[in-house]
């Protein structure tokens, strides 16, 4: 502080709201012995906060002058709360080294303009239903909000992911509840209208309440006396096939209608001894002229016949069932992007960087789940689960050029994807890969629209066109239109060769 200069300031401290004013008197006197020159600068704050009546004067010897200082805190959580140290410096235009500097302590107090919503607020299902909580804080301070629900008869459970909400002053963000009854399978359809309540924690008592309602359907119940009356009618076939394999004379047996006197031979299956000494067939062979034929008249019981008596084979069909298709890793993967999804850089449509693994981020997000269920019913271990950002026809990227990889002569890019269980409000989301040539233009490989059908989508394509060559990739989720519950998983993005 020089000797030369002296500055005082009307107050040491001051305590605003956002969008208040305060206004302070500099009073600046030439302690030295000629006309000086004096440049007054404020640092600390933000200079739109600070307006100065002059930003110069010039000052006799022993001569003071007052300068009006104006204080103004915007609206916005742009006046973050805090403390701030202000200060206020006085130099000479004529001699630099000559300086001389007051503080201002100005405290800015929290206001906390804090709300929740809900989306949808309504939803039905057989097992679960999921809801998005859109969180805002256009206050000017962080806050920690911690979530939970109920419902008046106790009877579903309640799951956020994430459960407690680190909501930065002026930003929104999401967070995914899972509403799961209690009781399975009901009688019948029953509706729960439940409250959940966001409370930050540095201000308890502004806690927001929002009320959702779920319905838990009754699974529809399939007529069972078809299904009986197909059983009953293959048993009467069945029954029918083995009277007509019984029946006497059918297969050689001796009875009425069937000459005793012939010998039924049997080679498949595998004849059964009666129990009875047999002798040889008679040779089938023409008897020479010489030979005697036997007579006619011989008794029946001095012949032996040879019976076989076949024993009949049941075949028991069992019903095959085609199960939904589910990812397995394969021996011939080359290059799989999603264990390096991580690594990849994440921006949304308005080119704001996206931190991997927040997913309540009202900008879009990408994020790993594990033992993740997915719309067809199916248990993924790990599944790339991403959501473009929460307006219409919003959208995020995932770009990879940081991970290229050498295309081989044979290999073709593979992409299952679908959308997570619950999401039933999506009206469809658009996934996109595009292949990046080093050097070349990118062109896309894979353009799919995924709606909420019980089923995942998968597709191939042939990479062939550019074998030899470094690429690329890039991954893009588009909403198709509304971005509602538009949470599309990746359960496969891989190369195979």
């Given at each position: 502080m020089s000797a030369l200069i002296r500055a005082a300031l009307s107050a040491e401290s001051v305590k605003l709201n956002p969008g208040e004013t305060a206004e302070l008197t500099l009073v600046v006197q030439n302690h030295s012995e000629i006309v000086n020159r004096y440049k007054i600068t404020v640092a600390g704050i933000d200079p739109a906060w600070v307006s100065l009546s002059r930003g110069e004067l010039s000052l006799f010897p022993q001569d003071e002058d007052a300068v009006r200082l104006l204080l103004t805190l915007p609206e916005s959580s742009a006046a973050r709360a805090?403390?701030?140290?202000?200060?206020?410096?006085?130099?000479?235009?004529?001699?630099?080294?000559?300086?001389?500097?007051?503080?201002?302590?100005?405290?800015?107090?929290?206001?906390?303009?804090?709300?929740?919503?809900?989306?949808?607020?309504?939803?039905s299902g057989l097992t679960e239903g999921v809801f998005t909580l859109q969180l805002s804080n256009q206050g000017n301070d962080d806050l920690t909000v911690q979530l939970s629900a109920s419902d008046p008869e106790e009877g579903c459970l309640y799951t956020f992911q994430p459960p407690q909400v680190r909501l930065p002053a002026g930003q929104e963000r999401l967070a995914q509840l899972t509403v799961r009854p209690k009781v399975a399978h009901p009688p019948d359809t029953k509706t729960f209208a439940f409250t959940v309540t966001a409370r930050p924690a540095e201000m308890p008592k502004l806690a927001r309440q929002v009320q959702g309602q779920w319905q838990q359907?009754?699974?529809?119940?399939?007529?069972?006396?078809?299904?009986?009356?197909?059983?009953?009618?293959?048993?009467?076939?069945?029954?029918?096939?083995?009277?007509?394999?019984?029946?006497?004379?059918?297969?050689?047996?001796?009875?009425?209608?069937?000459?005793?006197?012939?010998?039924?031979?049997?080679?498949?299956?595998?004849?059964?001894?009666?129990?009875k000494p047999t002798t040889p067939a008679p040779s089938t062979a023409a008897p020479p002229p010489s030979a005697t034929p036997p007579?006619?008249?011989?008794?029946?019981?001095?012949?032996?016949?040879?019976?076989?008596?076949?024993?009949?084979?049941?075949?028991?069909?069992?019903?095959?069932?085609?199960?939904?298709?589910?990812?397995?890793?394969?021996?011939?993967?080359?290059?799989?992007?999603?264990?390096?999804?991580?690594?990849?850089?994440?921006?949304?449509?308005?080119?704001?960087?996206?931190?991997?693994?927040?997913?309540?981020?009202?900008?879009?997000?990408?994020?790993?789940?594990?033992?993740?269920?997915?719309?067809?019913?199916?248990?993924?271990?790990?599944?790339?689960?991403?959501?473009?950002?929460?307006?219409?026809?919003?959208?995020?990227?995932?770009?990879?050029?940081?991970?290229?990889?050498?295309?081989?002569?044979?290999?073709e890019f593979y992409v299952l994807v679908?959308?997570?269980?619950?999401?039933?409000?999506?009206?469809?989301?658009?996934?996109?890969?595009?292949?990046?040539?080093?050097?070349?233009?990118?062109?896309?490989?894979?353009?799919?629209?995924?709606?909420?059908?019980?089923?995942?989508?998968?597709?191939?394509?042939?990479?062939?066109?550019?074998?030899?060559?470094?690429?690329?990739?890039?991954?893009?989720?588009?909403?198709?239109?509304?971005?509602?519950?538009?949470?599309?998983?990746?359960?496969a993005i891989r190369v195979e060769r």
């Open positions: 805090g403390v701030y140290e202000v200060s206020i410096q006085v130099a000479s235009a004529e001699n630099a080294v000559e300086r001389t500097t007051v503080q201002l302590q100005l405290e800015i107090a929290a206001a906390v303009v804090f709300e929740a919503a809900i989306r949808p607020q309504v939803q359907l009754v699974p529809e119940r399939r007529r069972i006396w078809p299904i009986l009356l197909a059983a009953l009618l293959g048993l009467v076939a069945v029954a029918a096939v083995l009277i007509m394999l019984l029946k006497p004379g059918f297969l050689g047996f001796p009875g009425q209608g069937a000459p005793t006197s012939e010998v039924a031979v049997l080679t498949s299956p595998t004849a059964v001894p009666t129990g007579p006619s008249h011989t008794p029946l019981a001095t012949r032996t016949p040879t019976i076989g008596i076949v024993a009949p084979t049941l075949l028991i069909v069992h019903p095959i069932l085609t199960l939904p298709p589910v990812y397995r890793p394969t021996a011939n993967v080359a290059y799989n992007l999603l264990p390096l999804a991580e690594d990849a850089r994440w921006i949304n449509d308005q080119n704001s960087e996206l931190t991997f693994g927040v997913e309540d981020n009202a900008a879009g997000f990408a994020s790993y789940r594990n033992d993740a269920t997915l719309e067809d019913g199916e248990r993924y271990s790990q599944v790339l689960v991403t959501h473009p950002r929460w307006v219409d026809n919003g959208a995020i990227q995932g770009d990879f050029s940081t991970l290229p990889y050498i295309v081989g002569t044979h290999d679908g959308l997570i269980s619950g999401a039933g409000s999506s009206d469809g989301v658009r996934f996109r890969v595009l292949i990046q040539p080093q050097g070349g233009r990118s062109e896309t490989i894979v353009n799919i629209v995924e709606t909420y059908d019980g089923r995942l989508t998968s597709t191939r394509v042939s990479l062939e066109e550019w074998a030899g060559q470094t690429v690329t990739f890039l991954l893009q989720v588009l909403a198709n239109g509304n971005s509602t519950q538009d949470w599309a998983t990746w359960a």
